[in-house]
Structures are given as structure tokens and as C-alpha cells.
């Protein structure tokens, strides 16, 4: 019987094989052009239930910040850290490579209530919310010096993840990065981790740690990917990450009346960031739809069901280019 995501693979294909390589660039490796999409949607207790590409590596973007924020609930829980207390907010980090001092840009970031508290403090707990909820790059920063980079490879290791997925730094710590110091993920990996958070793995701390990890990815407010290309109303807890030319999501999906599941999606691909996001929901509806064929995810009565949303992409690609990022991590 063949696969239900049979279509689909070869959608995905043609969209990377239109993408054109004189305009694409990796920032996982940038000698390597070549654009890359991969998808891994599975159970919560790891098991896939379709992988496509799923093992390529790509920079992780915001996506770090999920692990990073499983890590401190850890140490709150271990009794190490405290999520009351205050933490000095400052906008300038030491290197994880030399400890040199470089700054955040407050304009490339998407957090106004921490930068307001510039010079004065914000709780661990706060930090660890703007880290998810709005994505904000000086909360994960803070998080990353009060938390240490050690436990957030801990995290990695017990879920299972592979040497492609790799924290080694915060962001845009651009003399780490020059010196080949990066953060980089696979969609499975991050689809195992988002599954250990949906079973409350015990080796991470069980309920205790990762409800209020799931509460807060539920809080996410964008969600202009993955959740979009899913039937209105569907719960989700995810985390995306965007840069120009990469643009991913992980989300936690818990349909009513169905099994929960994760799904994961990972692009390094020449599309500016709002086709990215058109994309990545694509493809979170085609994979709906392989396992619902008689629903129809967006609920949009002026859209031909028959017509895969990626399929659009793969028309357009090589006219697209890469604009900048709201992310403003261009390490």
C-alpha cells in the first residue's frame, strides 16, 4: 500500500529543487548552497510516523530556546535556581569563546518589556516566558548565562538527540560564530524533544518540569506556522525560529478526540519570511491532510482542497528573496 505522505515527498523535492543555488545560502554551512527541507512528525513516545530529510542538520534559530528553557525549569526543580528570583538585565554578554563583551541590537529584537527593564532586573520565571512566548533574544541570553550551556547538551542527551543538534552558544555571539561555534538542529531531534515534553519524560523531571514548559509554549504568540496550517481551534504548544533563508517550527499538537502528536518542520530555503511561514504551514496542512483525507485543515471555503499548499511554493521559489529577519539573530 503506498504511503499517504507519498505526494508529499515529492512536492518537498520539487520545491527544493526549484530553489536556486546561486541565491541560497546555508547558514549552517555556507560553502554549502544547497537549499534543504525536512519534516518529522511523530508520536509522543519518539516514534516517527513520517520523516523527510528529517536527519539534516540546520542553524537552529530560535528553536535553542526551547531546551535552554527546559534546562532552567530543571534547575528550578532541583532546587538550584529560582524562577522569583531577580536577574540584572543587561544587553551586553561575554563570548562563550574568549569572554570579549558584545551587545544586543534592541531594534532586532521583539521584546520590549525586558529591554525596558534595561539596568534594572526581571524574574528567571519572566525571562523564561519572553524566551518562548515572544521569542526574545536578550530573556534568552540572560537565561543562557543563568542556566549554563552544560545543562541545556544535559537536555539533549537524555531525550536522545543526535551530534547534528547542538547549543554551543547564545545569540549573535558573532566571535563564537567565526570560530565555528554555532547552534544547529535536526527536525527529528527537535521532534523528540517537543515529544518529551508531551509524555513528561521522568528523566527530565516528569510533570513537574515540563507542564509548565507545555503551558508556556501554549502561550506562544507566533504562530504563523505550523499551528496555521492546522484546523482552527487545534491546541498546540510550539516554538518556531527564523532567520533570513531559515525559517523552522516545532509544535506540540493535541487534537481533540485523537492522539497527541508532534510535528516538525525545518527549512534552510530562499524565501523571504513571510513566504517561509506560508510554507512551513503548508506542509504542516499536506501532513494533516496524508492522514485526514476528508478534512480540510484550513476550514476555507474559497480554498480548492485538491490543490497542496506547498505545491504553490514550488511554482514561486526561484522568484523569491531572502529579506530580514524580525528575529535579529544573524549569527
Excluded at 170 to 198: F, Q
Excluded at 239 to 258: C, M, T, Y
Amino acid at each position: 500500500m503506498p504511503s499517504p505522505f507519498s505526494d508529499l515527498d515529492s512536492r518537498l523535492d520539487r520545491a527544493v529543487s526549484a530553489s536556486d543555488p546561486s541565491e541560497a545560502t546555508n547558514p549552517t554551512n555556507p560553502s554549502d548552497p544547497d537549499a534543504t527541507v525536512s519534516v518529522w512528525l511523530g508520536d509522543l513516545d519518539g516514534r516517527p510516523r513520517y520523516e523527510h530529510d528529517a536527519f539534516a542538520p540546520h542553524y537552529a534559530a530560535s528553536t535553542m530556546k526551547l531546551p535552554l528553557v527546559i534546562a532552567a525549569f530543571r534547575r528550578v526543580v532541583r532546587g538550584e535556581l529560582d524562577l522569583d528570583a531577580p536577574v540584572a538585565v543587561t544587553g551586553t554578554f561575554a563570548s562563550v569563546l574568549d569572554g570579549s563583551p558584545f551587545d544586543l541590537d534592541e531594534a532586532e529584537d521583539q521584546d520590549p518589556q525586558t529591554w525596558a527593564a534595561l539596568g534594572g532586573t526581571r524574574t528567571l520565571g519572566e525571562l523564561a516566558e519572553q524566551a518562548i512566548t515572544h521569542s526574545s533574544n536578550i530573556a534568552t541570553n540572560l537565561l543562557v548565562d543563568v542556566v549554563g550551556l552544560d545543562e541545556v547538551a544535559e537536555v539533549l542527551r537524555i531525550v536522545g538527540c543526535s551530534p547534528a543538534t547542538v547549543v554551543g552558544r547564545g545569540i549573535e555571539d558573532a566571535v563564537a560564530r567565526r570560530a565555528g561555534i554555532t547552534n544547529t538542529v535536526t527536525a527529528a531531534d527537535l521532534g523528540l524533544v517537543m515529544a518529551a515534553v508531551g509524555r513528561r519524560e521522568p528523566a527530565l523531571g516528569g510533570d513537574e518540569v515540563l507542564a509548565p514548559v507545555e503551558a508556556m509554549l501554549a502561550r506562544q504568540e507566533h504562530v504563523d506556522q505550523a499551528p496555521a496550517g492546522l484546523p482552527p481551534g487545534t491546541p498546540t504548544a510550539s516554538k518556531s525560529g527564523w532567520i533570513p533563508g531559515v525559517s523552522h517550527d516545532v509544535a506540540l499538537v493535541r487534537p481533540v478526540g485523537e492522539e497527541p502528536f508532534v510535528i516538525a518542520v525545518c527549512t534552510t530555503i530562499d524565501l523571504d519570511e513571510t513566504e517561509a511561514a506560508v510554507f512551513v504551514a503548508g506542509i504542516a496542512r499536506d501532513v494533516w491532510r496524508a492522514e485526514h483525507p476528508t478534512d480540510d485543515p484550513t476550514d476555507d471555503p474559497t480554498d480548492d482542497p485538491t490543490e497542496p499548499v506547498t505545491e504553490s511554493v514550488t511554482e514561486s521559489v526561484t522568484d523569491l528573496a531572502a529579506q530580514p529577519g524580525s528575529e535579529g539573530e544573524q549569527a
